[in-house]
T-cell receptor, first 115, second 114 residues
Framework: AQKITQTQPGMFVQEKEAVTLDCTYDTSDQSYGLFWYKQPSSGEMIFLIYQGSYDEQNATEGRYSLNFQKARKSANLVISASQLGDSAMYFCAMREGTGRRALTFGSGTRLQVQP | ETGVTQSPTHLIKTRGQQVTLRCSSQSGHNTVSWYQQALGQGPQFIFQYYREEENGRGNFPPRFSGLQFPNYSSELNVNALELDDSALYLC?????????????FGSGTQLSVL
């Protein structure tokens, strides 16, 4: 089974509008962390936001917020007031358990912001 | 900028050759991990080093090997290159690599195997 599922290969959004990128995850661990990264065409993965499994509040970082629904195992990224510079690949990732563990990434969503 | 630098940025090799990719971690970070990202896919974990010892490994064959040096820089070595090894190789570092710590990624090395 896929650990991280991103069902939207591509998304379009108008500049200044909000957009939601979907992510569902699968784990039997009680302790885990969920991350979103942005990858522009330059290739570098840029950290956007983090949500811990025990965090009761949804994480927010500027224009980014994470809609965390633990029972549904979903961790959707919401970008408010989209900008042209937001056009990129977006990856959802999970680190399971405690200790030094790897990140497991989804297949990504390509977001294109139109003027 | 994350402070993680990788070299070279691009590399072309032929099947059967060996390649070494290099990574300089962000200052103060003692955990480094390597990921392979094939075209159109998410990154796949290769292995992780913590204080110069391999600390975890993904589903990659032994011809993928690595080193971490006392200054926490790192190398990824791939022997007997295959066409499917063509990918973007990403290095990432973190202070301790714990559950809630984000990874800082470099811009990657684009490897083409012909």
């Amino acid at each position: 089974a896929q650990k991280i599922t991103q069902t939207q290969p591509g998304m379009f959004v108008q500049e200044k509008e909000a957009v939601t990128l979907d992510c569902t995850y699968d784990t039997s661990d009680q302790s885990y962390g969920l991350f979103w990264y942005k990858q522009p065409s330059s290739g570098e993965m840029i950290f956007l936001i983090y949500q811990g499994s025990y965090d009761e509040q949804n994480a927010t970082e500027g224009r980014y917020s994470l809609n965390f629904q633990k029972a549904r195992k979903s961790a959707n990224l919401v970008i408010s007031a989209s900008q042209l510079g937001d056009s990129a690949m977006y990856f959802c990732a999970m680190r399971e358990g405690t200790g030094r563990r790897a990140l497991t990434f989804g297949s990504g969503t390509r977001l294109q912001v139109q003027p | 900028e994350t402070g993680v630098t990788q070299s070279p940025t691009h590399l072309i090799k032929t099947r059967g050759q060996q390649v070494t990719l290099r990574c300089s971690s962000q200052s103060g970070h003692n955990t480094v991990s390597w990921y392979q990202q094939a075209l159109g896919q998410g990154p796949q974990f290769i292995f992780q080093y913590y204080r110069e010892e391999e600390n975890g490994r993904g589903n990659f064959p032994p011809r993928f090997s690595g080193l971490q040096f006392p200054n926490y820089s790192s190398e990824l070595n791939v022997n007997a290159l295959e066409l499917d090894d063509s990918a973007l190789y990403l290095c990432a570092s973190s202070f301790r690599g714990l559950t809630n710590e984000k990874l800082f990624f470099g811009s990657g090395t684009q490897l083409s195997v012909l």
